[in-house]
């Protein structure tokens, strides 16, 4: 069945209002279109884990550090209304931008310290960008439940501080990476890859597995896993690596020694386009 689809932020209410009523749990998967697997598993977790499914899509401009990058996003609602449907969202909130930001913006909501590195340090004020709406989003759609990819583990770790600190009413659900056969993240960035690229680009997931072994095999010196680990690239010029870190996944803070559980992340730039990934290393040896 399709979707029902809202683009004001009124009809919105009264739909999930209409929803709460029924005794529904309100779940809510944020997304900036181009709807791929990665975003059908957030759907379907929704689903299992909500009586009602509102998915936002909405290319947010105030995230992009490079405007080039915002102009060229492309989205093709109707296809990624089959994809909402195909895996049981039961509305599609598309706002214009002009219902989301009806005035030049002067309020922001920041993360502090969990934006420092990684793709904070990288992107200036992109996490202030996604903070800002998802609490928006959040105020709009006021669920239960919202979903979001570990893929982006750094944007996860932000929201989740968001909504502790200011005491949101609303549970924050991870949902795994979903990946290629070949072991890359699914991305819509990835349909921006040659197909020489797209060949050779799981070696950024190669290389954090490499790295993430290292550790379960005992190697506890970020040094050195890191060298290894980057060692991968030397002979693939078509790699510039932008960071790979291992990071203490609650503080998203590079640890100079690896004592317990960590995150391994990267960004590698392929040609023009930036990828990024990261996997989870609950324990050393
Ligand atoms: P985006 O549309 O890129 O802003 O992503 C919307 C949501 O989909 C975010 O919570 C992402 O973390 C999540 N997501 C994107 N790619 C994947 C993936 N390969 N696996 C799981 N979640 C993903």
């Not at 049981?88 to 310290?113: H, I, N, R």
């Not at 669920?143 to 909504?163: H, W």
């Not at 197909?195 to 290389?207: C, N, V």
Request: proline share 7%; hydrophobic share 45%; net charge neutral.
């Amino acid at each position: 069945m399709q979707p029902e689809q809202r683009t004001t932020i009124a009809e919105t209410r009264k739909a999930v209002a209409d929803a709460r009523r029924r005794g529904l749990a309100i779940g809510l998967v944020p997304t900036m279109g181009a709807l791929h697997a990665g975003h059908a598993a957030l759907i379907e977790r929704a689903r299992h884990d909500a009586g009602y499914v509102v998915v936002s899509i909405f290319v947010n401009p105030i995230q992009f550090d490079r405007p080039e990058d915002y102009q060229a996003y492309r989205i093709d609602l109707q296809r990624d209304l089959n994809v909402c449907a195909e895996h049981g969202a039961d509305l599609v909130f598309a706002p214009p931008v002009e219902e989301v930001y009806p005035s030049p913006q002067s309020t922001f909501v920041e993360v502090l310290g969990l934006t420092d590195h990684l793709c904070g340090h990288f992107r200036p004020g992109h996490f202030r960008g996604v903070t800002t709406v998802v609490s928006k989003l959040f105020h709009m759609v006021a669920p239960d439940l919202a979903f979001f990819g570990e893929k982006d583990a750094q944007q996860l770790a932000v929201i989740e501080r968001m909504v502790l600190d200011l005491n949101l009413p609303i549970r924050i659900v991870p949902v795994p990476t979903v990946r290629d056969s070949d072991g890359l993240a699914v991305s819509s960035r990835n349909a921006r890859l040659s197909p020489e690229e797209r060949r050779i680009a799981p070696l950024l997931f190669q290389a954090l597995t490499a790295a993430r072994e290292s550790v379960v095999q005992g190697c506890s010196s970020t040094a050195e896993v890191r060298r290894k680990a980057l060692a991968l690239f030397e002979s693939r010029p078509q790699f510039r690596v932008e960071y790979l870190e291992i990071v203490d996944p609650k503080t998203m803070i590079p640890v100079a020694q690896i004592t317990g559980p960590v995150r391994i992340a990267a960004a590698v730039w392929l040609g023009n386009t930036r990828l990024i990934d990261n996997v989870y290393c609950p324990r050393t040896r």
